[in-house]
């Protein structure tokens, strides 16, 4: 079963940036689109992005042009580099293949506040 581990969370004022890391149980890069999800304590969760190994992006709406994702393939990582980081970008977020198809991990938590 491939598991992730979530880490990079913390505090941070709005305007600020974090970069999260998702390492990976199994080299899966190749074969699956790679994804960050999130999810606030009220809203379902929500797909924030993915990566595919021939380099292709996809970002949702409200993250495009503030968020990047890039994988380190030898490291079994994935990284989600937020900038310019606004209070509803809090919430728990995750890492999985996209569309998800293992069990989630723990996630790592970013809360935007003044």
């Known amino acids: 079963q491939v598991q992730f581990v979530e880490s990079g969370g913390g505090l941070v004022q709005p305007g600020g940036s974090l970069r999260l890391s998702c390492v990976i149980s199994?080299?899966?890069?190749?074969?699956?689109?790679m994804g960050w999800y999130r999810q606030a304590p009220v809203n379902q969760r929500e797909w924030v992005a993915d990566?595919?190994?021939?380099?292709?992006?996809n970002y949702a709406d409200s993250v495009k042009g503030r968020f990047t994702i890039s994988t380190d393939n030898a490291e079994r990582t994935m990284y989600l580099q937020m900038n310019s980081l606004k209070s509803e970008d809090t919430g728990v977020y995750l890492c999985?293949?996209?569309?998800?198809?293992?069990?989630w991990g723990q996630g790592t938590q970013v809360t935007v506040s003044p």
């Open positions: 999985n293949t996209s569309p998800s198809r293992y069990t």
């Open positions: 199994e080299n899966i890069f190749s074969i699956f689109r």
């Open positions: 990566v595919f190994s021939d380099g292709t992006t």
